[in-house]
């Protein structure tokens, strides 16, 4: 079946950096982009960015532009994004989602299980 | 801070009808963009519940149905029942700026 796994919870310091890693199974991969949500203690979902997995095409939401990468490897069929400069309010669980492959009017599904991160001195 | 705008909470007996609106803008759903909900339950993954403003994934109970009408829509669940009880997201792209995908601020549904 379709099922994106990801990395495990992250502790990190104030202006450290953190990869969360996404793979996918049960699909082509190519044929699909993921996107990052996160969701942060008592606030609701919020989308961070886009890669295509087929070309690496990225675009990512303001809030986080200059601060987050992305990055897609074929060969594991695994995404993984980095954002760096972390400040408390990174603080959320980070889940990975596949989309629909139609484009502006895409939906996401499956998502993956969630990994928390959370950043504190 | 989303241009989704959705009510903080709803509230229902069991076998009531609940409806969520989800209201946004010239920009996203009134551009005619597609609006999809999702339901999150604490400690899970968020799980697609209607796309394409009306359809329903295979294994989504018929209990639950969208509906879009201009800048707005909406999700229906009917027969509510208490594995309901839940955080529902609308979902759209807001084609503001340099474009984006844009969430809901977030319904919780509470089964009486």
């Known amino acids: 079946q379709v099922q994106l796994v990801q990395s495990g919870a992250e502790v990190r310091k104030p202006g450290a950096s953190v990869k969360v890693s996404c793979k996918a199974s049960g699909y082509t991969f190519t044929s699909y982009g993921i996107s990052w949500v996160r969701q942060a203690p008592g606030q609701g979902l919020e989308w961070m960015g886009w890669?295509?997995?087929?070309?690496?095409?990225?675009k990512f939401a303001q809030k986080v532009q200059g601060r987050v990468t992305m990055m897609t490897d074929t060969s594991t069929s695994t995404v993984n994004m980095e954002l760096r400069s972390l400040r408390s309010d990174d603080t959320a669980v980070y889940y990975c989602?596949?989309?629909?492959?139609?484009?502006?009017?895409?939906?996401?599904?499956?998502w993956g299980q969630g990994t928390l991160v959370t950043v504190s001195s | 801070q989303s241009v989704l705008t959705q009510p903080p909470s709803v509230s229902g007996a069991p076998g009531q009808r609940v409806t969520i609106s989800c209201t946004g803008s010239s920009s996203n759903i009134g551009a005619s963009y597609d609006v999809h909900w999702y339901q999150h339950l604490p400690g899970t993954a968020p799980k697609l519940l209607i796309y394409?403003?009306?359809n329903r994934p295979s294994g989504v109970p018929d209990r639950f149905s969208g509906s879009k009408s201009g800048t707005s829509a909406s999700l229906a669940i009917t027969g509510l029942q208490a594995e309901d009880e839940a955080d529902y997201y609308c979902q759209s792209y807001d084609s503001s700026l340099s474009g984006s995908y844009v969430f809901g601020t977030g319904t919780k549904v509470t089964v009486l």
């Open positions: 394409g403003n009306s």
């Open positions: 890669i295509s997995t087929y070309n690496g095409d990225t």
């Open positions: 989602a596949r989309d629909s492959g139609r484009l502006r009017y895409n939906w996401f599904d499956p």
